[in-house]
């Protein structure tokens, strides 16, 4: 149970960091921000929709995404998410610490063998 | 603003979030249907990858902040409608927590107003009282030529006054009346910050002897004599026969709460008759209050007039020695008294309170019971825990604060019978009332008590073990072990109300039976004051006036007998003699000298008070100006000044600070049993020994005083408050120039005299009646649940043979194992707690043992009376009933 808790909580902070990444390349609804994390993700990631939503909500509450109904090509009405002055800040933030914490462990785990 | 504007469009946020959603599921079934999946498969396994749509919903509201208070307004909705569904509930326990909030509220707006409000003066902080302390009196009367030393001499005060209480007869605008008047020196109204309506207040000088005669008067008397006309300024006012210039009027809220009442006159001091004032030894009932400096403290203001009255002793040897100052910061004062009274009274009421909480969670536990499965069904649906208990939280504040509007409805309705009612000696009346802090104490209050029978029923019912629904037993006795600590936590809180109340009925018993000295039935008092002509009649005229003063009253049908009285009076004011013994070389200063209480009566004063007579005689009419001057004492001076002699025959030199008369020598010629002059409960801890003088010795200068004002003690046929009205109709008809003014029963003086107690009994004893009733509906309610729940058990036992008496004591045990468990610790908490009252409770130790014999047996007997109504109920189930029921 444990465990688990564990696991979502480490995925939960790394979601939100994709999603502004996907975001950032330009407006995109939800089902499509998920078909594009599993895409560029090479299929690694699979998003639970179960978590997709509310942290797209979250986002948008902490103002670091904005919302706007569009059409889409098909014609139906979405909720478009596009970055903010303060989600682009937010994203260049979590990246640096990515890659600090990912140096990090990839340097332990190179030193250590 | 931004989150409470989508507050208001929660329906369209809402609308939002399920398209959204929606679209996502097309958009997956569109993807699906072209990989050649059927559309209805299609539609499905989106739905199915998708998961719980409603609980992502409820993820997507809470990961928005403003989701608090939507939560909050959604509960809000839902408790109202549960309410509604359940009104008997709801009424009970609304009504309930309103007796409980209310009794709170009212207290504490007493408290509030009387111990916690500053008092109504520009920085209060920086009040304190003065007065003199010397060898028999802490808090002694200042002397006037002392006060103009303190005032001019020390360093630490920016302001000082004295205050002294007096009556006058006014005349000459409309019918004469004796009005009460308040002897002040200059700086007072400045000091406490009194600006006056029109004219001016007292300038520095006009308090000195000899200044020119004016006075101020009171909104009040200046509304109902002068119909509140301007013109008064400037205009003369004739009081006591003397003629006094008005130069402002006192603001209608003025009022100094010392208990000196009602004041309609303000005079300078130094218009004083009394040729006393301006002796250093005398004692005239003169208090102070004064103004500490900015930043002078209590303690360096202490040491500062403790340096200065060493220097007037140093300066006066005679007059001033053993003469202290005593400093008190003014609030505690006039306060003080009543401190221990509101804080137990304030007890007592959370205790109430506190059962009331109980008797609702008692309530809300087992009807949670029954929303057992309405839980159980909202978790399916993907609420969590805390949501729950958030759910059940809001539900009980709810309650409460229903609880809390009637409780301050009942409040605000019982304010005036409660400040109606209450004791002359509770200071600062007129600052209670409901104002802000009073609702903010509700309204905290009611949060506080919804929280405290909320919570454990809420917690008790989110348990996941609650929550299976299959485990109905398991979840039953765990609120069942919760109802059970619910029913000791009662009786022993009823426990210690009942030992506070027995306590203080005990205490009252004891004091109605005190024997005071004298039999106060049908005796009445009153003050009189002679026509304004006897203002400056010489001695022998006003002796003449006041014997036929004296045969007129008693000649009034109803009047038994009369008697004059001057100086002390039991119960009402006190007045002190000083001596030495004949043959011994006269102490120098008065203060070295022997003290008594100085009553100064009419001779027929013993017929009326039916003090008994020890030995020797009373006075008679023999003893009058011209014979040799007589006195009776008490068994105590009697005992402290002549200890295995005979007092009867000894002589004493009166010390007469007059100067004017020699020092009288006076033979003692009877002995009297000792009256309780200060007061039935603590008469012990102050002045003793007693003197009585016959009226018409009188030193002269006295004699000139009494036309303002004497007092006048009669024995009545019959009620003595129908007697004054008849005396004062024969009076007028004679010919109307005395002024009758306060009559009061001694009956009602003793009646008052305890009035504080009497207001706490009543409060406690009210307070321990609403506990029990509460704690044997607590206890009523749980055991019928039990016995409810165990029926089916019941049933089996009997059906196995067990007989009605066998089921009785089944349920009994139980109940009584609960009460005595309750009964232990509230004794325990009792024996600790009225330690508190030690100082209310007359006659017993906190710990009376009686006391607790009777609340414990009264508590325990009402408690198995609850039971026994469930419990006869449980005898009486039938065993086919009962099985066939499951």
Same mark, same amino acid.
């Given at each position: 149970?444990?465990?688990?808790?564990?696991?979502?909580?480490?995925?939960?902070?790394?979601?939100?960091?994709?999603?502004?990444?996907?975001?950032?390349?330009?407006?995109?609804?939800?089902?499509?921000?998920?078909?594009?994390?599993?895409?560029?993700?090479?299929?690694?990631?699979?998003?639970?929709?179960?978590?997709?939503?509310?942290?797209?909500?979250?986002?948008?509450?902490?103002?670091?995404?904005?919302?706007?109904?569009?059409?889409?090509?098909?014609?139906?009405?979405?909720?478009?998410?596009?970055?903010?002055?303060?989600?682009?800040?937010?994203?260049?933030?979590?990246?640096?610490?990515?890659?600090?914490?990912?140096?990090?462990?990839?340097?332990?785990?190179?030193?250590?063998? | 603003?931004?989150?409470?504007?989508?507050?208001?469009?929660?329906?369209?946020?809402?609308?939002?979030?399920?398209?959204?959603?929606?679209?996502?599921?097309?958009?997956?079934?569109?993807?699906?249907?072209?990989?050649?999946?059927?559309?209805?498969?299609?539609?499905?396994?989106?739905?199915?990858?998708?998961?719980?749509?409603?609980?992502?919903?409820?993820?997507?509201?809470? !990961?928005?902040?403003?989701?608090?208070?939507?939560?909050? =307004?959604? #509960?809000?909705?839902?408790?109202?409608?549960?309410?509604?569904?359940?009104? *008997?509930?709801?009424?009970?326990?609304?009504?309930?927590?309103?007796?409980?909030?209310?009794?709170?509220?009212?207290?504490? !707006?007493?408290?509030?107003?009387?111990?916690? !409000?500053?008092?109504?003066?520009?920085?209060?902080?920086?009040?304190?009282?003065?007065?003199?302390?010397?060898?028999?009196?802490?808090?002694?009367?200042?002397?006037?030529?002392?006060?103009?030393?303190?005032? #001019?001499?020390?360093?630490?005060?920016?302001?000082?006054?004295?205050?002294?209480?007096?009556?006058?007869?006014?005349?000459?605008?409309?019918?004469?009346?004796?009005?009460?008047?308040?002897?002040?020196?200059?700086?007072?109204?400045?000091?406490?910050?009194?600006?006056?309506?029109?004219?001016?207040?007292?300038?520095?000088?006009?308090?000195?002897?000899?200044?020119?005669?004016?006075?101020?008067?009171?909104?009040?008397?200046?509304?109902?004599?002068?119909?509140?006309?301007?013109?008064?300024?400037?205009?003369?006012?004739?009081?006591?026969?003397?003629?006094?210039?008005?130069?402002?009027?006192?603001?209608?809220?003025?009022?100094?709460?010392?208990?000196?009442?009602?004041?309609?006159?303000?005079?300078?001091?130094?218009?004083?008759?009394?040729?006393?004032?301006?002796?250093?030894?005398?004692?005239?009932?003169?208090?102070?209050?004064?103004?500490?400096?900015?930043?002078?403290?209590?303690?360096?203001?202490?040491?500062?007039?403790?340096?200065?009255?060493?220097?007037?002793?140093?300066?006066?040897?005679?007059?001033?020695?053993?003469?202290?100052?005593?400093?008190?910061?003014?609030?505690?004062?006039?306060?003080?008294?009543?401190?221990?009274?509101?804080?137990?009274?304030?007890?007592?009421? *959370?205790?109430?309170?506190?059962?009331?909480?109980?008797?609702?969670?008692?309530?809300?536990?087992?009807?949670?019971?029954?929303?057992?499965?309405?839980?159980?069904?909202?978790?399916?649906?993907?609420?969590?825990?805390?949501?729950?208990?958030?759910?059940?939280?809001?539900?009980?504040?709810?309650?409460? =604060?229903?609880?809390?509007?009637?409780?301050?409805?009942?409040?605000?309705?019982?304010?005036?019978?409660?400040?109606?009612?209450?004791?002359?000696?509770?200071?600062?009346?007129?600052?209670?009332?409901?104002?802000?802090?009073?609702?903010?104490?509700?309204?905290?209050?009611?949060?506080?008590?919804?929280?405290?029978?909320?919570?454990?029923?809420?917690?008790?019912?989110?348990?996941? @073990?609650?929550?299976?629904?299959?485990?109905?037993?398991?979840?039953?006795?765990?609120?069942?072990?919760?109802?059970?600590?619910?029913?000791?936590?009662?009786?022993?809180?009823?426990?210690?109300?009942?030992?506070?109340?027995?306590?203080?009925?005990?205490?009252?018993?004891?004091?109605?039976?005190?024997?005071?000295?004298?039999?106060?039935?049908?005796?009445?008092?009153?003050?009189?004051?002679?026509?304004?002509?006897?203002?400056?009649?010489?001695?022998?005229?006003?002796?003449?006036?006041?014997?036929?003063? #004296?045969?007129?009253?008693?000649?009034?049908?109803?009047?038994?007998?009369?008697?004059?009285?001057?100086?002390?009076?039991?119960?009402?004011?006190?007045?002190?003699?000083?001596?030495?013994?004949?043959?011994?070389?006269?102490?120098?200063?008065?203060?070295?000298?022997?003290?008594?209480? !100085?009553?100064?009566?009419?001779?027929?004063?013993?017929?009326?008070?039916?003090?008994?007579?020890?030995?020797?005689?009373?006075?008679?009419?023999?003893?009058?100006?011209?014979?040799?001057?007589? @006195?009776?004492?008490?068994?105590?001076?009697? @005992?402290?000044?002549?200890?295995?002699?005979?007092?009867?025959?000894?002589?004493?030199?009166?010390?007469?600070?007059? *100067?004017?008369?020699?020092?009288?020598?006076?033979?003692?010629?009877?002995?009297?049993?000792?009256?309780?002059?200060?007061?039935?409960?603590?008469?012990?801890?102050?002045?003793?020994?007693?003197?009585?003088?016959?009226?018409?010795?009188?030193?002269?200068?006295?004699?000139?005083?009494?036309?303002?004002?004497?007092?006048?003690?009669?024995?009545?046929?019959?009620?003595?408050?129908?007697?004054?009205?008849?005396?004062?109709?024969?009076?007028?008809?004679?010919?109307?120039?005395?002024?009758?003014?306060?009559?009061?029963?001694?009956?009602?003086?003793?009646?008052?005299?305890?009035?504080?107690?009497?207001?706490?009994?009543?409060?406690?004893?009210?307070?321990?009646?609403?506990?029990?009733?509460?704690?044997?509906?607590?206890?009523?309610?749980?055991?019928?649940?039990?016995?409810?729940?165990?029926?089916?058990?019941?049933?089996?036992?009997?059906?196995?043979?067990?007989?009605?008496?066998?089921?009785?004591?089944?349920?009994?045990?139980?109940?009584?194992?609960?009460?005595?468990?309750?009964?232990?610790?509230?004794?325990?908490?009792?024996? @600790?707690?009225?330690?508190?009252?030690?100082?209310?409770?007359?006659?017993?130790? +906190?710990?009376?043992?009686?006391?607790?014999?009777?609340?414990? +047996?009264?508590?325990? *007997?009402?408690?198995?009376?609850?039971?026994?109504?469930?419990?006869?109920?449980?005898?009486?189930?039938?065993?086919?009933? +009962?099985?066939?029921?499951?």
């Amino acid at each position: 149970m444990s465990q688990n808790d564990q696991k979502a909580e480490f995925l939960k902070g790394t979601l939100d960091m994709l999603i502004l990444k996907v975001v950032a390349l330009g407006p995109i609804h939800g089902y499509a921000i998920s078909q594009r994390i599993q895409m560029m993700s090479k299929d690694l990631f699979q998003v639970q929709q179960g978590s997709l939503y509310p942290a797209l909500h979250r986002l948008e509450d902490r103002a670091w995404l904005q919302a706007e109904w569009r059409a889409t090509e098909t014609g139906r009405e979405a909720k478009f998410y596009s970055l903010t002055r303060k989600g682009r800040k937010q994203l260049e933030t979590e990246v640096r610490n990515w890659e600090q914490i990912s140096d990090a462990v990839a340097l332990i785990l190179r030193t250590v063998e | 603003m931004y989150w409470f504007r989508r507050l208001f469009r929660k329906q369209q946020t809402e609308r939002q979030l399920d398209s959204e959603l929606r679209f996502h599921l097309e958009q997956r079934a569109a993807e699906l249907a072209d990989a050649g999946v059927a559309p209805e498969d299609a539609r499905r396994c989106a739905r199915i990858e998708f998961g719980g749509m409603e609980g992502v919903k409820e993820e997507c509201r809470e !990961s928005r902040r403003v989701h608090l208070i939507e939560t909050l =307004l959604q #509960d809000v909705r839902y408790g109202v409608r549960m309410m509604r569904r359940s009104p *008997g509930f709801t009424t009970v326990a609304i009504i309930t927590l309103g007796l409980g909030i209310g009794a709170n509220t009212a207290i504490f !707006s007493v408290v509030n107003g009387v111990l916690l !409000s500053p008092l109504p003066y520009p920085h209060p902080e920086q009040l304190v009282a003065l007065d003199e302390s010397k060898p028999n009196f802490q808090f002694g009367s200042i002397s006037y030529p002392n006060f103009v030393d303190w005032r #001019d001499q020390n360093h630490t005060f920016s302001a000082m006054a004295i205050v002294r209480g007096t009556g006058f007869g006014l005349t000459g605008a409309g019918d004469p009346e004796q009005v009460s008047g308040l002897l002040v020196s200059s700086q007072l109204f400045d000091m406490l910050g009194v600006k006056p309506v029109i004219g001016r207040t007292f300038k520095t000088g006009e308090d000195a002897i000899g200044a020119a005669p004016i006075v101020l008067i009171h909104a009040g008397l200046w509304q109902r004599k002068y119909g509140s006309s301007r013109d008064i300024l400037g205009q003369s006012m004739t009081l006591d026969g003397k003629s006094y210039t008005i130069v402002g009027v006192i603001p209608v809220n003025f009022g100094l709460d010392q208990g000196l009442g009602k004041v309609d006159v303000y005079m300078p001091i130094g218009q004083w008759g009394n040729p006393f004032l301006k002796l250093r030894t005398a004692g005239l009932g003169i208090h102070g209050i004064g103004r500490l400096k900015p930043g002078v403290s209590v303690v360096e203001a202490r040491a500062d007039m403790e340096r200065l009255t060493k220097s007037l002793t140093a300066a006066y040897p005679e007059e001033d020695k053993g003469i202290g100052a005593s400093l008190l910061p003014l609030r505690d004062k006039i306060v003080g008294r009543v401190h221990v009274l509101l804080v137990v009274l304030l007890t007592a009421v *959370g205790f109430v309170l506190l059962i009331a909480c109980v008797n609702v969670a008692n309530l809300l536990l087992a009807r949670s019971t029954a929303r057992t499965r309405e839980f159980a069904v909202r978790i399916a649906l993907g609420a969590s825990k805390s949501r729950l208990v958030r759910q059940l939280l809001t539900e009980s504040t709810l309650l409460a =604060l229903g609880g809390g509007a009637l409780g301050l409805a009942l409040a605000a309705w019982t304010q005036g019978v409660l400040v109606r009612t209450l004791p002359d000696a509770l200071p600062r009346v007129k600052e209670i009332q409901l104002d802000v802090h009073v609702l903010i104490f509700t309204l905290l209050v009611s949060l506080f008590s919804g929280i405290v029978f909320g919570l454990a029923p809420a917690l008790r019912t989110s348990r996941p @073990a609650a929550l299976a629904v299959g485990n109905r037993q398991s979840a039953n006795r765990m609120s069942h072990r919760t109802q059970s600590a619910f029913v000791v936590v009662e009786i022993a809180l009823s426990l210690v109300l009942l030992a506070g109340a027995g306590l203080m009925i005990r205490s009252l018993v004891r004091l109605w039976n005190t024997d005071p000295g004298f039999d106060a039935h049908n005796i009445l008092t009153f003050g009189i004051s002679l026509p304004p002509s006897m203002m400056k009649a010489p001695p022998p005229a006003i002796r003449a006036a006041l014997r036929q003063l #004296d045969d007129r009253i008693a000649s009034i049908p109803g009047v038994q007998a009369v008697a004059p009285s001057w100086g002390a009076f039991p119960l009402q004011t006190d007045d002190e003699a000083v001596f030495w013994m004949q043959g011994q070389p006269k102490p120098k200063s008065p203060n070295d000298m022997n003290w008594a209480l !100085s009553y100064v009566v009419g001779n027929d004063y013993l017929k009326i008070m039916r003090t008994p007579l020890l030995r020797g005689r009373f006075f008679d009419a023999s003893d009058d100006e011209r014979s040799p001057h007589v @006195a009776v004492v008490d068994e105590a001076f009697a @005992a402290k000044f002549f200890p295995g002699q005979d007092p009867l025959g000894k002589l004493i030199n009166l010390y007469d600070n007059s *100067g004017n008369n020699g020092s009288p020598l006076v033979q003692i010629i009877g002995v009297v049993k000792h009256v309780k002059q200060w007061s039935l409960d603590k008469d012990g801890e102050e002045l003793q020994p007693q003197m009585y003088r016959p009226f018409m010795q009188l030193p002269d200068a006295a004699i000139t005083l009494t036309p303002s004002g004497i007092g006048m003690v009669v024995r009545s046929q019959g009620d003595p408050d129908a007697l004054f009205d008849s005396i004062r109709r024969v009076m007028r008809r004679d010919n109307g120039e005395e002024v009758l003014y306060g009559p009061r029963s001694m009956e009602a003086m003793i009646t008052q005299s305890l009035a504080a107690r009497r207001y706490a009994m009543f409060l406690l004893g009210g307070f321990a009646a609403l506990a029990l009733m509460l704690a044997a509906i607590g206890i009523y309610g749980v055991v019928s649940y039990v016995v409810g729940r165990r029926t089916q058990e019941i049933g089996i036992r009997m059906a196995l043979g067990a007989r009605r008496v066998d089921v009785l004591r089944l349920v009994l045990r139980q109940s009584v194992w609960l009460i005595a468990m309750g009964v232990g610790a509230g004794l325990a908490a009792a024996l @600790a707690l009225t330690q508190l009252m030690t100082s209310l409770v007359f006659g017993v130790s +906190a710990s009376d043992p009686l006391t607790y014999f009777c609340v414990t +047996a009264l508590l325990t *007997g009402v408690a198995l009376l609850a039971c026994s109504v469930p419990a006869r109920r449980a005898m009486r189930v039938d065993p086919m009933n +009962a099985l066939r029921c499951e």
